[in-house]
């Protein structure tokens, strides 16, 4: 059983990890095309980095701005790096396992016909089926699955190591 404290802080920390995967999709889907997906996944990764550890550090683990600038928030700013420098390979290696293993998966939608306008149907579509919508899922699953698995060790990395150690250090 968690704590109420450990069940706040997991949603918050929920709410911000869905914001940085928002920002995350948007960076990689909007570079993928041009670059890479390794790279624009780390890109991704770093964009969506920024954005998380602001809103984390701010919000979900409560360190404020005017505790002992030089010196507290340099320390959780470069264990947060470091940890993010780990979950983010973590990220990457596994989008990239995802897309090796669910290589051109389809999400299709078709309309199947009547059997009374089978003969109409058929004309123009094969065996009485028109495709409405056809998208490529294996990069969102992908992305979805390493998002899952970076997300369960920045949860516990932040909470045991970056923000946990520097509460209790201050």
């Given at each position: 059983?968690?704590?109420s404290?450990?069940?706040i802080a997991l ?14 999709m948007?960076?990689y889907?909007g ?24 809103l ?7 360190v404020?701005?005017?505790d002992n ?6 320390s959780?700013?470069?264990?947060y790096?470091?940890?993010y ?11 990239e396992?995802?897309l090796?293993v669910?290589?051109?998966w ?5 309309v199947?016909?009547?059997?009374h ?22 990069k ?12 369960m ?18």
């Amino acid at each position: 059983m968690i704590s109420s404290k450990t069940y706040i802080a997991l949603t918050k920390f929920g709410i911000v990890g869905g914001l940085s995967f928002l920002v995350d999709m948007t960076v990689y889907y909007g570079i993928a095309v041009f670059l890479p997906t390794y790279i624009a996944k780390a890109l991704g990764i770093i964009v969506a980095t920024g954005v998380n550890y602001k809103l984390n550090s701010l919000w979900t683990w409560g360190v404020k701005k005017g505790d002992n600038p030089y010196q507290k928030q340099q320390s959780v700013l470069r264990n947060y790096l470091l940890l993010y420098a780990m979950s983010g390979s973590v990220n990457v290696v596994t989008n990239e396992i995802m897309l090796f293993v669910l290589p051109n998966w389809v999400l299709q939608l078709n309309v199947v016909f009547p059997s009374h306008t089978l003969a109409a149907a058929a004309k123009s579509t094969l065996m009485g089926t028109k495709e409405l919508i056809s998208v490529k899922i294996d990069k969102l699953f992908a992305v979805l699955v390493a998002t899952i698995v970076g997300m369960m060790v920045n949860f516990l990395g932040q909470k045991l190591w970056v923000f946990g150690k520097s509460k209790s250090q201050g």
